[in-house]
């Protein structure tokens, strides 16, 4: 996937191999599997504790990579979704550097503030609250200033 994401660091790639889902299953309540009729922040019915399903599981599940796991968002364990309560995803657009921060429970954008300052420096950050997509809010640099207004008058009119 290309990424023009100046936020990665060299030595966070360098992690890469060492990153683990282990016991976060975040993704499986979080994504929308439509294979599955799965709704976003919905638990998927396979997951208990792992997926069940793992084998068989459909192509989203077995391609979607969040950017912790990815080694894109530095920091151990106490980063990843489980813990953090934030799943970070790369946006499809290759031109603006714009990360999607789905959170995993309700709140957790606010428990993360600094965190969420530091990568909006870098990035344009997408901040879509738990179960409340429509009341996204949207943070960047001053350089994409004008791009992050027209985000927010699109997302203005659509509440
Ligand atoms: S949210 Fe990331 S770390 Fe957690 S299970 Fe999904 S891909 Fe793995
Ligand atoms: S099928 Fe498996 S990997 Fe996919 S969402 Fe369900 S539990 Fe997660």
């Given at each position: 996937m290309s990424f023009p994401l100046t936020v990665i660091k060299e030595?966070?790639?360098?992690?890469?191999?060492?990153?683990q889902?282990?016991?976060?299953?975040?993704?499986?309540?979080?994504?929308?599997?439509?294979?599955?009729?799965?709704?976003?922040?919905t638990k998927c019915v396979h997951e208990a504790?792992?997926?069940?399903?793992?084998?068989?599981r459909?192509?989203?599940?077995?391609?979607?990579?969040?950017?912790w796991l990815s080694g894109h968002i530095e920091g151990d364990e106490r980063r990843r979704p489980d813990t953090l309560g934030i799943i970070f995803v790369p946006s499809d657009n290759d031109k603006l550097p714009i990360i999607a921060c789905w959170e995993c429970f309700p709140g957790a954008a606010d428990k993360n503030v600094h965190l969420l300052k530091q990568?909006?420096?870098?990035?344009?950050l997408y901040i879509l609250p738990f179960g409340e997509p429509q009341k996204?809010?949207?943070?960047?640099?001053?350089?994409?200033?004008?791009?992050?207004?027209?985000?927010?008058?699109?997302?203005?009119?659509?509440?």
């Open positions: 030595q966070s790639l360098k992690n890469r191999t060492n990153r889902c282990g016991t976060c299953t975040a993704c499986c309540t979080i994504i929308g599997v439509k294979e599955l009729n799965k709704e976003r922040w504790g792992c997926c069940q399903i793992y084998e068989d459909p192509l989203p599940c077995r391609t979607f990579e969040c950017m990568l909006a420096t870098k990035a344009i996204w809010k949207v943070l960047g640099p001053a350089c994409y200033r004008e791009t992050i207004q027209n985000m927010l008058v699109k997302a203005a009119q659509l509440h």
